[in-house]
């Protein structure tokens, strides 16, 4: 009787522990075949037939719409570009070039994909209404207090991340992550205590 307890607690604890990692391996993540420019990660393969099964996993559980391979392409940065996660104590500007898109979009979002609300009711920036000059790299201010030119408005002490979608790009789940993708710059400012 002993042995069949044993073998039945066994496979009780494995049963447990393969549920565990799973759900831990799609918390935040769509799996493999990530894509990695600084501190922005695309999962191409997501829009695709070729997506593996943790993607469709994660898919799932969150409900989330993905763009398909021939749409665009979804680039989420949950840090700065020296790894610090994105705080709503902290101002950043979102600086540099672009890959050649006929649109992009930038949102913030809570850490959990849901957007983030504030007083001034401006939940992303696309490319038709940013103000720069021409053939100059985009600069954007991300922060919970005004900001002048270009700003996107966060909950103060309340972390998020951004979301950068490029829609009609060449860029495609065939592309392959390397210093050749060119996406801007996060960059810390100041923090408030």
Known sequence: MSGLLRIFSSLIIAACLGLALTFFS????????ALKSGPWTAWPKVGTDDVDPYATAALARSGELTLGSAEGLSFLARTDSHGALLSGHC???VVGALPAARYWTLTALTPSGQLVDNAAHRLNFTSQEILRQVNAPIEIAVAPAVQPGNWLPVQRNADFVLMLRLYD??????????????LPQIERQECAS
């Open 169 to 182: 790009t060449a860029m495609s789940a065939t592309t392959a992550a390397g210093p050749e993708i060119a």
């Open 26 to 33: 799609i918390r935040q993540d769509y799996g493999f075949s």
């Open 91 to 93: 101002t950043y500007h």
